[in-house]
């Protein structure tokens, strides 16, 4: 793997390596192939957009799995969370604004991504896409456990083997070009002749757009193309809850560092729990969002000089298993992390001096209830 990728590695809070994408694209001058299990995290789509607009001659190959895990509601989420993230590899843009057509957008790039599923020839069912492999410029590739995520490039227990062959052929490092024209010829279900047609990385990127695009029908191919406002349940969802995507991407995948959502009200078994469950009238799954209103009305201080500080734990457990949350400005609402429907839960706050982080006033502890995907605690002083 180059020293660049290696060295400048950030270390995560734990001392483990957590690598960053743009330390795996600057060593990237044509092309990116990945393959991925997830492609969820925002900086990845982000920062593929902004090398692809960089120089115009880059190109990526990009394949993912058709479908997840067949838990609806968590597959429905995970399809939520990865539209957005391809939306902004492809557009620049999280959410592409009605009655805008994709390709006036100034961050489009979809020209110069190929985007596919693999499916069974047999009977045209998806392949599981469950690898994890990244080749670059026909110059070096990684292959192992590691998806492009947050736990495993920090404290998940995983294992990568990366390859610099010092052999060169037509421009192009041996084993990374060999791999390469190995994944792309089974992929395409090229014939040993027809191999050299895949040699030169953009003639192979040229045959496989032509072929997502309809333009080869004569080959029959394990290709499938991407289609993003479609599931393997149906239509994906327009109107998907965009702070509960982020919550719970962060659940899933997060790296210990602190966030904006608290994620300890919520444990793996809680999050399990609540994606399996299929209550009706539940809009997704067991999953609940948190949200707090302040009234510090009564301090007689305005609302920008008052931070809150919230404990909360839930109802059976005991005070020493209270989940500090904030400080937060008490001038408007927060919308705090998730929570499971159903479970009821016991809330305190203190009120603090937003110049010196000095106590001022403590509410009353209350107890919540969470009946309904969005819980509101109103907290007064």
Request: glycine share 8%; with cysteine; hydrophobic share 40%.
């Amino acid at each position: 793997m180059p020293a660049s990728v290696v060295g400048r590695a950030r270390k995560g809070p734990d001392g483990s390596g957590c690598a960053r994408s743009p330390l795996l694209f600057e060593s990237a001058e044509r092309y990116v192939y990945i393959e991925e299990q997830y492609f969820w995290i925002e900086e990845n789509a982000r920062d593929l957009n902004a090398w692809l607009r960089a120089k115009p001659d880059r190109f990526v190959f990009l394949v993912l799995p058709r479908r997840f895990s067949d838990i609806e509601i968590g597959d429905q989420i995970h399809y939520a969370l990865r539209r957005r993230r391809l939306h902004e590899l492809l557009h620049g843009v999280s959410e592409i604004p009605a009655g805008t057509d994709p390709a006036t957008l100034p961050g489009n790039v979809e020209a110069r991504v190929a985007l596919f599923h693999i499916i069974s020839r047999e009977n045209l069912d998806p392949i599981y896409v469950h690898s994890k492999v990244v080749i670059v410029d026909d110059t070096w590739f990684t292959i192992g456990s590691a998806n492009l995520t947050r736990r495993s490039w920090t404290f998940d227990s995983e294992i990568n083997g990366a390859c610099v062959d010092a052999r060169l052929r037509r421009g192009g490092h041996v084993s990374a070009r060999q791999f390469r024209i190995d994944l792309l010829a089974e992929h395409l279900q090229l014939a040993p002749a027809e191999r050299a047609l895949i040699e030169d990385p953009r003639d192979a990127f040229r045959i496989l757009k032509e072929v997502l695009d309809g333009n080869r029908r004569w080959m029959r191919t394990h290709l499938l193309k991407a289609d993003l406002a479609f599931t393997h349940y149906g239509p994906s969802p327009p109107d998907f809850d965009p702070i509960l995507q982020d919550a719970v991407n962060l659940v899933a995948d997060t790296d210990g560092t602190q966030t904006h959502f608290d994620l300890r009200l919520i444990d793996l078994g809680d999050f399990i729990f609540a994606l399996r469950d299929s209550t009706e009238g539940l809009e997704y799954g067991g999953f609940g969002r948190l949200r707090f209103t302040f009234d510090v009305g009564a301090l007689n201080r305005p609302p920008a000089d008052v931070l809150v500080r919230v404990e909360m734990r839930k109802a059976s457990s005991p005070a020493s298993q209270n989940v500090t949350m904030g400080p937060w400005p008490a001038t408007g609402p927060v919308d705090a992390g998730v929570l499971l429907i159903g479970q009821e839960y016991v809330v305190r706050a203190t009120a603090l001096a937003a110049s010196t982080s000095a106590p001022i006033a403590t509410a009353p502890e209350q107890g919540v209830l969470a009946t309904a995907f969005l819980t509101t605690v109103n907290i007064g002083f």
